[in-house]
């Protein structure tokens, strides 16, 4: 099963991300009981992940970017990332050796199509994520906005995708544990391979999650306090 480590970078610095409380988010330093410094290639080095899931809190709120900082980390590790793809023309802001991460929060349903059509012309495929709270799909695009997340993951199996991220950012930061029979649900819809983000506490949701038939997860708190060996991201 993939473990997925998660660098949230915000003003340069990889943050403490909780329930997607942006302005609250803090310098992952204040949080940490595995890294001293919130410079991303300084975290980066400390914990040598195999693999990263990158989000620019910049670009998708549309206040500046990390992408210097994102085509380092890619030279370093497997890298995810999503800047926000707000029109075809972001995805060329990419460097070409990442993994697109198309978020509904910033994507509408017909762009996602597009750019997933536009990565495979390329050679690659991209990630879909599907961005909830409370339940509910975070989107701008009226198409999306409050439809229910299983009806968006039956809809994506027809697209050529790596993977699809359910990221249910009520439970991002909390270690809240998981959502035993929505997941069951989003398994049996999906014909991709699902990657989960938000909630995972510990080992023993990793296990759940597997026994499932999730590909992978997004870790970032329960590696921080310790409680996801690092062994399980390296």
């Given at each position: 099963?993939?473990?997925?480590?998660?660098?949230?970078?915000?003003?340069?610095a990889v943050v403490h991300a909780l329930r997607g409380e942006r302005?609250?988010?803090?310098?992952?330093?204040?949080?940490?009981?595995?890294?001293?410094?919130?410079?991303?290639?300084?975290?980066?080095?400390?914990?040598?992940?195999?693999?990263?899931?990158?989000?620019?809190?910049?670009?998708?709120?549309?206040?500046?970017?990390?992408?210097?900082?994102?085509?380092?980390?890619?030279?370093?590790?497997?890298?995810?990332?999503?800047?926000?793809?707000?029109?075809?023309?972001?995805l060329d802001r990419l460097p070409p050796e990442v993994t697109a991460?198309?978020?509904?929060?910033?994507?509408?349903?017909?762009?996602?199509?597009?750019?997933?059509?536009?990565?495979?012309?390329?050679?690659?495929?991209a990630l879909v994520s599907i961005d909830m709270k409370r339940g509910?799909?975070?989107?701008?695009?009226?198409?999306?906005?409050?439809?229910?997340?299983?009806?968006?993951?039956?809809?994506?199996?027809?697209?050529?995708?790596?993977?699809?991220?359910?990221?249910?950012?009520?439970?991002?930061?909390?270690?809240?544990?998981?959502?035993?029979?929505?997941?069951?649900?989003?398994?049996?819809?999906?014909?991709?391979?699902?990657?989960?983000?938000?909630?995972?506490?510990?080992?023993?949701?990793?296990?759940?999650?597997?026994?499932?038939?999730?590909?992978?997860?997004?870790?970032?708190?329960?590696?921080?306090?310790?409680?996801?060996?690092?062994?399980?991201?390296?």
């Amino acid at each position: 099963m993939r473990c997925i480590f998660v660098l949230d970078i915000l003003n340069g610095a990889v943050v403490h991300a909780l329930r997607g409380e942006r302005k609250s988010y803090r310098p992952i330093t204040e949080f940490s009981r595995v890294v001293t410094t919130s410079e991303p290639l300084g975290v980066l080095r400390k914990l040598r992940p195999r693999e990263v899931y990158v989000a620019d809190l910049n670009l998708i709120t549309g206040n500046g970017d990390n992408l210097a900082a994102i085509g380092e980390i890619s030279r370093m590790a497997k890298a995810m990332v999503d800047i926000g793809i707000f029109r075809l023309s972001d995805l060329d802001r990419l460097p070409p050796e990442v993994t697109a991460v198309l978020g509904t929060e910033t994507a509408s349903l017909s762009l996602i199509e597009e750019a997933a059509a536009e990565l495979i012309r390329r050679g690659g495929r991209a990630l879909v994520s599907i961005d909830m709270k409370r339940g509910r799909l975070l989107s701008s695009d009226p198409g999306l906005a409050g439809r229910e997340p299983i009806s968006l993951i039956k809809s994506l199996n027809r697209l050529d995708l790596e993977a699809v991220i359910l990221l249910d950012l009520e439970r991002v930061g909390a270690s809240t544990g998981l959502d035993t029979v929505f997941l069951k649900a989003a398994a049996e819809a999906s014909q991709h391979p699902l990657i989960l983000g938000g909630g995972i506490g510990g080992e023993e949701d990793l296990e759940a999650l597997e026994d499932m038939g999730f590909a992978g997860a997004l870790v970032a708190t329960a590696v921080h306090n310790g409680r996801i060996p690092l062994s399980k991201i390296q």
